[in-house]
């Protein structure tokens, strides 16, 4: 098992990295923690593979787990759910003294992260993230929060985790769209912070795609290491952060117009991370000859999902609503070369309109 550690002062926490390890959290828990009460916090998809492993290795140490279950997707990140979270624990008596287990993908992540952050101004909780996308991105770094009718992610808290508990063997149930939408953030973190891992992705996509055992933890771990990094440096996200949102003001706008259906966040990334590494060429920050290995390395993924019916006015419009624009302007992560990144203020639009176009006429085909 691999081990590496969130620096934030008396906010930090460790990251646990192995293969087949769900069942064993409960004796590293016991090591670490006096708490004796935890509830559990799950989708329905992922219950019933993973929930009892958890609950059954906890009663066997001793521990009490209590469960609930949410649906599955992310309508479950809602105020609605949310209430329904706090309800039950109110109705387990549950106390400050209680744990959050939050087992699942990002929405369980987001949405079990700020119900412990709420729960009575704040119950400690552990991360165990089950996708491949949670594993690499949202299970690190705090950020906890549900959405609002009105707009995605605007509530919520930062919130670090005690632990973070990674089993990279429950990535296998998981369907094929799911392991590309992981596999975006994981090629982004080489572009924006780590030329040698990009290389490692050059080599080994292949691999990923086919969760190599070996090559999904090193990763993984990688992926955990660089955000670890980030976050230690600028927790919320008050400027090296958003070197994060590379692909992610074109990806963001472009789930916004798809109303977040027929598009997972990691293939939206991907044509945004398309689109994005164009403009940076366009505007002589990053050379012809690493776009090219940056686009090389984005056609090996099978991509299921296409933008070719999107109007350009109407993304324009989600990307001006993003919270990421300020005063009109809008913002993007931009690669100087793989490895580097810096933040940008775009105002003509052209450059915008271009770098959709390019990414059309040049991105993945059905
Ligand atoms: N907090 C952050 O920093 C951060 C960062 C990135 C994304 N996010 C959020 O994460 C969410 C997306 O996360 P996601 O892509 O994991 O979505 P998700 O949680 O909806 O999981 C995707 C699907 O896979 C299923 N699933 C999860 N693990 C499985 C497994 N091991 N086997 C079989 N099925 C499994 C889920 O039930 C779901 O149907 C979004 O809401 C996004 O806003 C948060
Ligand atoms: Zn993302």
Not at 78 to 99: G, P, Y
Not at 176 to 181: A, D, G, H
Not at 319 to 327: I, T
Request: net charge positive; aromatic share 10%.
């Amino acid at each position: 098992m691999k081990t590496l550690k969130v620096e934030l002062v008396d906010r930090s926490y460790p990251i646990y990295i192995g293969n087949g390890n769900l069942d064993k959290l409960a004796e590293m828990v016991k090591l670490f923690f006096t708490t004796k009460n935890f509830v559990l916090i799950s989708d329905k998809n992922v219950f019933p593979l993973y929930g009892q492993i958890v609950i059954n290795s906890f009663a066997k140490a001793g521990l009490r787990v209590e469960k609930i279950t949410v649906s599955a997707g992310e309508k479950s990140k809602s105020l609605s759910c949310f209430d329904e979270v706090l309800t039950k624990m109110l109705k387990l008596n549950a106390s400050r003294d209680w744990m959050v287990l939050a087992l699942g993908g990002g929405v369980i992540g987001d949405l079990a992260g700020f119900s412990a952050a709420s729960f009575m101004r704040g119950v400690p909780f552990i991360q165990i993230p089950t996708s491949l996308l949670a594993q690499v991105d949202s299970s690190v770094g705090g950020k906890t929060g549900i959405n609002h009718p009105l707009a995605k992610n605007v509530i919520g808290s930062f919130y670090q985790p005690k632990m973070v508990w990674i089993d990279m063997a429950v990535l296998k149930t998981l369907e094929p769209v799911e392991i590309i939408s992981g596999l975006a953030e994981i090629l982004k973190y080489g572009i924006i912070n780590d030329r040698d891992f990009f290389h490692f992705c050059e080599e080994n996509i292949g691999k990923m795609l086919a969760l190599d055992d070996e090559v999904c933890v090193e990763a993984i771990y990688r992926c955990c290491k660089i955000k670890a990094k980030i976050v230690a440096q600028d927790e919320r996200e008050a400027g090296l952060r958003a070197i994060l949102n590379f692909g992610h003001t074109f990806g963001h706008a472009i789930e916004t117009v798809f109303n977040y259906q027929k598009i997972k966040h990691g293939e939206a990334v991907l044509w945004g991370m398309l689109a994005e590494a164009h403009m940076a060429v366009e505007l002589g920050l990053l050379n012809q000859k690493e776009f090219e290995r940056i686009r090389q390395l984005f056609h090996k993924i099978p991509m299921q999902s296409f933008i070719s019916d999107i109007n350009f006015d109407s993304l324009m419009l989600a990307m001006k609503r993003d919270k990421k624009a300020q005063d009109n302007k809008l913002r993007f992560a931009l690669p100087k070369s793989i490895g580097e990144t810096i933040i940008v203020v775009i105002e003509r639009e052209n450059l915008i309109r271009n770098a959709f176009n390019f990414a059309l006429a040049n991105g993945w085909r059905g």
